[in-house]
């Protein structure tokens, strides 16, 4: 058996040897991927190793299809600060372009990264190479660290007025974390939550209002490590609300956590299809392997998510919980954990 698995994995690409190398005018103009099928299957998508899912599920999240956030990475000529510059740097070339280019980053360069953050941020509790982190804290780091000089504002101002008084503040956040929504928690409860559901019972709850429509909208949803406050969120794959406008905000991807590993399912805003990436698919002694396959279906499930539908679909027994909502859709919407949103 392990002889006839070896025959079926695929090697990883080859290192490109072309002079543009990761050259940041090069970056916007990679492919995104994966658009076809040979860039599916092992050995795809971001190696894990050393508990280093949290870093290969967000990169991947962020980066893979998208180049929503692109300008964190693109070389910035008044930057002063070396740890910033060789971190942006590093990012940009090895791992986004591999990623792009050849659609396969080795553990190596995941390992490296963690590294350079623990050697040169101390203060960050990233010096533990093999210990777990949390996606949002690593996503935040990144916002925090190359935003500024890369002149990327918080994506969220929120107006909070306590109380309905008319003395308002402003927040400004580049995560929106619905913890303590006041919404009532269902864990335990047989039928799941819209996420849009959640969003406003968060608002009200927290007299907060959008200051201004967002471009991106990157949600976390209220968790205590593995413990859920909710028994499952489905995320509309188009999010709709009043506190919105009439603004839609096209989901394009999510970072899901089951017990301690995180995965992360991706699309790109030019294709209906989804694809799931898990960073230690596989293990083939002494490496893990990556993998990347489609999700057949996710999009008419998730642009179907009407609370009727899914109480019906979560119902015990039914023929939708063994079939459809048993796999991939019933898993990201327990393992939910942040959701990253794009207005159209």
Not at 109 to 132: A, S, V
Not at 230 to 245: D, G, I, R, S, T
Not at 257 to 267: D, F, N, P, Q
Not at 299 to 318: E, T, V
């Amino acid at each position: 058996v392990q002889a006839e698995s070896q025959r079926q994995t695929r090697a990883p690409p080859p290192v490109p040897r072309d002079a543009s190398f990761g050259h940041s005018t090069q970056l916007a103009q990679l492919p995104r991927f994966p658009l076809c099928a040979n860039f599916i299957g092992e050995n795809r998508g971001i190696q894990g190793e050393n508990n280093s899912c949290y870093v290969d599920s967000t990169l991947f999240a962020m980066f893979a299809l998208t180049d929503t956030f692109d300008p964190l990475i693109r070389h910035c000529p008044q930057e002063t600060d070396e740890v910033t510059q060789h971190i942006r740097s590093y990012l940009r070339s090895p791992i986004v372009y591999h990623l792009r280019k050849r659609m396969f980053v080795e553990s190596q360069y995941i390992i490296q990264l963690r590294t350079t953050l623990g050697t040169w941020l101390p203060g960050n509790d990233f010096n533990g190479i093999c210990e777990e982190r949390d996606v949002e804290e690593f996503m935040t780091l990144l916002f925090r660290l190359l935003g500024p000089v890369a002149g990327l504002k918080p994506y969220l101002r929120l107006r909070r007025a306590e109380g309905g008084s008319s003395l308002a503040t402003d927040e400004e956040t580049f995560i929106l974390q619905l913890l303590g929504s006041g919404g009532g928690s269902t864990a335990g409860a047989g039928s799941p939550t819209p996420l849009s559901a959640l969003l406003g019972a968060y608002l009200r709850a927290n007299y907060l209002s959008f200051a201004e429509l967002p471009k991106v909208l990157i949600i976390q949803l209220p968790r205590f490590g593995e413990v859920r406050s909710f028994n499952a969120v489905v995320p509309e794959e188009k999010l709709q609300h009043p506190a919105l406008k009439d603004a839609t905000y096209l989901l394009i991807s999510m970072l899901c956590i089951g017990t301690s590993h995180y995965v992360c399912y991706a699309r790109s805003v030019d294709s209906p299809e989804w694809y799931f990436h898990d960073s230690m698919a596989d293990r083939q002694d002494p490496v893990n392997i990556p993998a990347v396959r489609v999700v057949p279906g996710l999009s008419r499930r998730l642009q179907s998510a009407s609370p009727a539908s899914l109480s019906a679909s979560w119902s015990p027994g039914s023929s939708a919980e063994t079939t459809e909502a048993s796999t991939d859709f019933s898993r990201l919407c327990r393992d939910l954990y942040v959701c990253i949103y794009v207005r159209r």
